[in-house]
């Protein structure tokens, strides 16, 4: 049973990151979008980057959900999805452009009803984080199946093809949308 309210948390410890690494196999395993591992945790070196910034959403001291994000600049740019997709990605953070990147995004698949407003809950971090970052461009990389529902919930728009990602069995499309609108428009009611 899940609580009406949910706890989101940083994680900051070598012990949080495990829990997210044995929460994020499972989710992934069971999507089918890895292998078995002997280990039975999903991680990659981007989880360590200086850049990373991975949050849990826990109900009853439960992970439910978790996110990765990182904030791409000419600078600072490293990620899974800059890996995948150099050619779109660089020439925007060359050109002086801001970024998010919202990667592993995963929600407990024994949730039934509840992963649609846990999703949600989890996919609100990422534009909590863009606001405070003032970020001018947000990026995603997901399954072909799951376009739609980014476009509906966030206005994301299909920015490139299917590539291969990070140690994934299926290719994912890259998503994005404009951020510098809403930014100014927050501004102006300011």
């Known amino acids: 049973m899940l609580a009406k309210t949910f706890e989101v948390s940083k994680v900051e410890s ?3 990151l495990q829990a997210v ?3 994020r196999y499972q989710c992934y395993l069971d999507e089918g979008l890895i292998a078995p591992q002997a280990d039975e945790t999903f991680l990659d070196q981007y989880d360590f980057a200086p850049s990373a910034n991975i949050f849990t959403i826990k109900s009853c001291g439960r992970i439910v959900g978790t996110i990765r994000l990182h904030i791409l600049t000419k600078d600072s740019h490293s990620s899974a999805t800059m890996t995948a997709f150099p050619d779109i990605l660089m020439p925007k953070v060359s050109a002086g452009m801001t970024l998010i990147d ?3 995004f995963s929600v407990a698949p024994d949730l039934g009803s509840m992963r649609l407003p846990v999703a949600r809950r989890t996919l609100r971090l990422y534009a909590k ?3 405070k970052h003032a970020v001018d461009f947000g990026v995603a990389s997901v399954r072909e199946s799951h376009v739609k529902f980014y476009k509906r919930l966030w206005g994301f728009d299909q920015i490139a093809e299917p590539r291969p990602y990070g140690g994934l069995t299926e290719k994912l499309v890259l998503l994005g949308v404009d951020l510098r609108h809403d930014r100014q428009s927050n501004q102006e009611v300011a």
């Open 102 to 104: 919202g990667a592993r």
């Open 14 to 16: 070598e012990e949080d």
């Open 129 to 131: 984080f863009a606001e």
């Open 21 to 23: 690494g044995a929460f």
